[in-house]
């Protein structure tokens, strides 16, 4: 399987739709990009605090 470069913008714009949305298997689904690796997009935004962490569902941290 060929690997793929993919766009720092690229890359910004998919985090910033996974934290607006709260799916990252949707956005993946809508760009054409495996889930694992928006999974680490997203990490790695968080970890280096170039995006803003994903919303927590309120419900969950209540039980």
């Known amino acids: 399987m060929p690997i793929t470069k993919y766009s720092d913008e690229l890359k910004k714009q998919v985090v910033e739709e996974c934290r607006q949305i709260d799916n990252i298997s949707l956005v993946a689904?809508?760009?054409?990009?495996?889930?694992?690796?928006?999974?680490?997009?997203?990490?790695?935004?968080?970890?280096?605090?170039?995006?803003?962490?994903?919303?927590?569902?309120?419900?969950?941290?209540?039980?």
């Open 29 to 63: 689904r809508r760009h054409e990009i495996s889930k694992s690796t928006v999974y680490v997009w997203v990490k790695k935004a968080r970890k280096t605090g170039s995006v803003n962490s994903l919303p927590k569902d309120q419900k969950k941290k209540l039980k």
